[in-house]
């Protein structure tokens, strides 16, 4: 623990690309793949010469937290995991949502685009392999979907229970038997690592398609697939090493409040 919060300070003093006033379209042309992130926050365009700071301010974000995102996801060695911690769950919740609806929306169909578009520009003497890379995409999007569903349908409702419980300082033996009959450590155990599949896919793509007659389709498939893996394993720890760990704090405290009142 204590080594984690000096890694943590450290990272607090590294001198950050983002700032509070640092003007949002520099951002976008520093690094164009955060144009999705930035906006899962809300945040369209038209915002002119404003920076982060006066975006947020006009759309009610919590800046700090917008930049802790942008920050981690254009710089893997930044991520202050126990600041990030100290952050509502709510708020933490509300993001990894919009990043789910991201996904099955926008990402996913765009994919799905591209593998269409290869079965209708391929060799019959290839056609096989294409409608078999169509099969392990659609075969990924099932458990894809499952994986995330369960999430906003079950894990965060949960979530926001504890914190809102906590808030309220009411704390009923309904959630107090939930806590001790499924804690989140038992999520945790079984959370999926939904970014393996995909790396089968693109080693597939890579190492054994036969040349297509598409070429330009399959690089930008291909293209997307990187970003899309990217993408969730970003996902991936802020769930993990930030939400999860907050839960069993929250979850915690809760146990221990109920405790008093008995």
Known sequence: MFQNKINDDKQ???????????MLADIIHADYQLIPVI???????????????????????????????????????YFPKER????????????????????LSDKVPEIQDYIAEM?????????????LLDKFFADYIKELSRHLNYEDDVIFPYIKDLESSLNMKFVSNALIKK?????IDQFEKNHDNIEVKLSDLKNLIIKFLPPVLCASTCQKLLIELFRLESDINNHSRIE?????????????????QGETTT
């Open 39 to 77: 906006g899962r926050f809300g945040i369209e365009f038209g915002f002119g010469n404003k920076t982060v700071k006066e975006v947020c301010h006009e759309k009610g974000i919590n800046v700090l937290f917008v930049l802790d995102i942008i920050n981690s996801y254009h710089d893997d060695d």
């Open 119 to 131: 079965e209708l520009n391929v060799s019959l003497n290839n056609l096989k392999n294409i409608k």
């Open 84 to 103: 990030l911690q100290q952050y509502p769950a709510s708020l933490i919740i509300d993001y990894l949502s919009r990043t789910h609806n991201y996904y």
């Open 179 to 183: 806590i001790k009959k499924e804690p």
């Open 12 to 22: 607090m003093k590294k001198k950050l690309p983002f700032i509070p006033d640092t």
């Open 240 to 256: 993990e090493k930030v939400l999860i760990q907050k839960v069993k704090q929250l979850e915690k405290e809760i146990l221990k």
